[in-house]
């Protein structure tokens, strides 16, 4: 699948899930209009091939976790069910605070800002002493403190999609704690 040619199709039918016009999830309707079609031409031609399994309706299931924490918007913060740890940039001054991202090892985009944000507080942590603070998501949808560290604390996804200089890897890696 061209990647380009996939970015072309987002951009033209997201007006159209936004207006209503679409009604299914956009990779869905991207997937039976564009490629689908495509495969099933090619596929036809094969031994094994069973038309039904590939035209019945897919069945999805979602897992979205509930929390005590919230934004200051008072928007409910998602934890992604697929990171076990997920890691939130914070950055206070006086009594103001402001999240500057949220990583985890769950996507490729997570795992890069996991990784941008473990670098730059790093950094800031030679010149400054920065708090870690460890929360614990338990089984009633509660996040719990376990506590507070002032070493770097790096997670699963660490050095992932983010073009880092090997060095700082190793020095950063080095100095650091894990988390497991």
Do not use: C
């Amino acid at each position: 699948m061209d990647q380009n040619e996939y970015a072309a199709y987002l951009d033209r039918y997201r007006p159209m899930v936004q207006s209503g016009k679409i009604k299914k999830n956009i990779d869905e309707y991207i997937l039976d209009r564009h490629y689908r079609p495509k495969a099933i031409k090619k596929l036809r031609h094969e031994k094994n091939f069973d038309l039904a399994l590939w035209t019945e309706e897919q069945v999805r299931l979602e897992y979205r976790r509930r929390t005590n924490l919230y934004w200051k918007s008072g928007e409910e913060f998602r934890f992604d069910y697929r990171n076990p740890v997920e890691s939130l940039f914070i950055r206070k001054k006086g009594s103001d605070r402001a999240v500057f991202g949220v990583g985890g090892s769950g996507g490729s985009g997570q795992r890069q800002m996991n990784t941008f944000f473990t670098v730059v507080f790093y950094l800031l942590g030679k010149k400054t002493r920065i708090p870690h603070f460890l929360l614990k998501y338990n089984g009633f949808n509660e996040f719990e403190y376990i506590g507070r560290k002032y070493r770097m604390v790096l997670t699963a996804g660490f050095g992932s999609n983010f073009n880092l200089d090997e060095r700082l890897a190793r020095e950063i890696r080095k100095k650091s704690s894990y988390w497991r």
